[in-house]
């Protein structure tokens, strides 16, 4: 069974860091590119940041390029997500995801 | 970046009902384009990929269509468990873009 399962979401203030977790089970994770997706409170969904099947290439969206870094470790299945200076406007879900599977999010909370 | 618009933002339809919801991107996407559907509080699921692949375990009465800038998702016979929201989004360059959603409501 194909399965995303993010952890590590929380509440945590303006500035602060947070590191998210998705494991990966039921597929070949080391050939699939993986991503982050966020949907804040009631609104849109917006990508975040996506890294290709080895990890040599990330790419960001501009509104948390510098601040996170995505990464992952293939012989455990897992993503990462390392989120320093969080700002309100990143109170979010945080979805994993990759072809035809999403994860059932984890809450972000930035807030003082 | 690539700019997705949806159409409409919300509709209210009967089960059994037909609908369309439309997604125009402000420059040529090829096929590269999916849809997801979003029941409250739930994670999105994907339905379709390259404009009109449907994803596994997705029902038939779900199609996608179009290429270039214009796309179609269409609900041949509305079901209950179908009303939700519905998102499209490109996967043509980074960063990868959403439509704003359309909300299929009971009518």
């Known amino acids: 069974q194909v399965q995303l399962v993010e952890s590590g979401g929380g509440v945590v203030q303006p500035g602060g860091s947070l590191r998210l977790s998705c494991a990966a089970s039921?597929?070949?994770?080391?050939?699939?590119?993986m991503h982050w997706v966020r949907q804040a409170p009631d609104k849109g969904l917006e990508w975040v940041a996506v890294?290709?099947?080895?990890?040599?290439?990330?790419k960001y969206a501009d509104s948390v390029k510098g601040r996170f870094t995505i990464s992952r470790d293939n012989s455990k299945n897992k993503l990462y997500l390392q989120m320093n200076s969080l700002r309100a406007d990143d109170t979010a879900v945080y979805y994993c995801?990759?072809?035809?599977?999403w994860g059932q999010g984890t809450l972000v909370t930035v807030s003082s | 970046d690539i700019q997705m618009t949806q159409s409409p933002s919300s509709v209210s339809a009967s089960v059994g009902d037909r609908v369309t919801i439309s997604c125009r991107a402000s420059?040529?996407?090829?096929?590269?384009l999916a849809w997801y559907q979003q029941r409250p509080g739930k994670a999105p699921k994907p339905l379709i990929y390259?404009?009109?692949n449907l994803q596994s375990g997705v029902p038939s009465r779900f199609s996608g269509s179009g290429s270039g800038t214009n796309f179609t998702l269409t609900i041949s016979s509305l079901q209950p468990e179908d009303f939700a929201t519905y998102f499209c989004?490109?996967?043509?360059?980074?960063?990868?873009?959403f439509g704003g959603g359309t909300r299929v409501e009971i009518k």
């Open positions: 995801a990759t072809e035809g599977t």
């Open positions: 039921g597929f070949p994770f080391n050939i699939y590119a």
């Open positions: 890294i290709s099947s080895y990890g040599s290439d990330e």
């Open positions: 420059q040529g996407i090829s096929n590269w």
């Open positions: 390259a404009a009109s």
């Open positions: 989004q490109q996967a043509n360059s980074f960063p990868l873009t």
